[in-house]
């Protein structure tokens, strides 16, 4: 079973909330990939979104691409990222999700991605330019090697739209919780619990909440309405910072239910 799978399995089991930082790969050179990736399972991720640097990533916010500026610089490839990620994957037991726009995948050739992300241990993949309708590019590849296609929902999608998307999906729904980039925020629609009670009550599988998340107490409120967070800027910024309190503090919210 994929380890997605089965994590999932645990947290409707045991009603769980579900923490998955994202981080960007490169950033502070990839040497310090094994072990921003073992430090975060040890503070209790639930699994780790690993960010590819990319040079127009439109949906990220001045943070993120702030990292992947830096991570480029390093010079931070999509093949040394997978090869790194095999490095580190022998000694990690939580699922590792690669997010990444599609022209790095489409330049290294869909196949020969999907090969080399299995052969290191990839779990899952966050495509966020990857329209719905075009997945059959990669999602039945993907999915006969065992990753997953982890779909994406927004506010603006109708809820007939998001039932076809939840129909599909595998692994957990990602559910955009902004109309926009990602990056921290003050606060949140006042709609975006019912949003999320919607997405739930049409998905079978767990739902969890993206974008803007950056305080304990932010946690605490979208775990009300659904089964978990991803949290993005914030971790790479207490990352930068070398702030590893902030970070053990912030994965652990969930464990104060
Ligand atoms: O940074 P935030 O606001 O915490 O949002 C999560 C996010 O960073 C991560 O999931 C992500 C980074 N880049 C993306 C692009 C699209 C979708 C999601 C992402």
């Avoid at 998955?20 to 990839?30: E, K, N, R, V």
């Avoid at 899952?124 to 065992?146: R, V």
């Avoid at 921290?184 to 969890?208: C, N, T, W, Y």
């Amino acid at each position: 079973m994929n380890r997605i799978e089965k994590v999932m399995r645990g947290i409707t089991e045991k009603n769980e909330k579900a923490f998955i930082p994202y981080i960007m790969a490169g950033d502070g050179g990839l040497d310090a990939l094994p072990q921003q990736i073992t430090f975060l399972e040890k503070a209790g991720a639930t699994a780790i979104e690993i960010g590819i640097p990319f040079s127009d990533p439109v949906a990220d916010g001045p943070v993120i691409q702030a990292a992947g500026i830096r991570a480029l610089q390093e010079g931070t490839t999509l093949k040394a990222v997978i090869q790194t990620i095999a490095a580190v994957r022998p000694i990690v037991h939580i699922p590792l999700i690669i997010m990444t726009y599609m022209n790095p995948i489409i330049a290294y050739g869909i196949e020969k991605f999907i090969e080399d992300s299995y052969l290191a241990g990839v779990d899952g993949l966050i495509l966020p330019d990857l329209p719905f309708e075009e997945e059959g590019l990669i999602a039945p590849i993907a999915e006969k090697s065992g990753i997953e296609i982890i779909r994406l929902v927004t506010l603006t999608s109708p809820l007939e739209r998001i039932r076809q998307i939840a129909s599909k999906g595998r692994g957990f729904i990602y559910a955009v919780t902004v109309n926009g980039i990602t990056g921290a925020r003050k606060g949140f629609d006042e709609q975006v619990g019912e949003h999320l009670k919607r997405v739930k009550s049409v998905s079978a599988l767990p739902v969890f909440a993206g974008f803007g998340i950056s305080t304990p107490s932010h946690v605490e409120e979208m775990n009300r309405y659904c089964d978990g967070v991803i949290v993005g800027s914030k971790i790479v910024e207490l990352f930068e910072k070398n702030d590893l309190l902030g970070i053990e503090e912030l994965v652990n919210v969930q464990i104060v239910k």
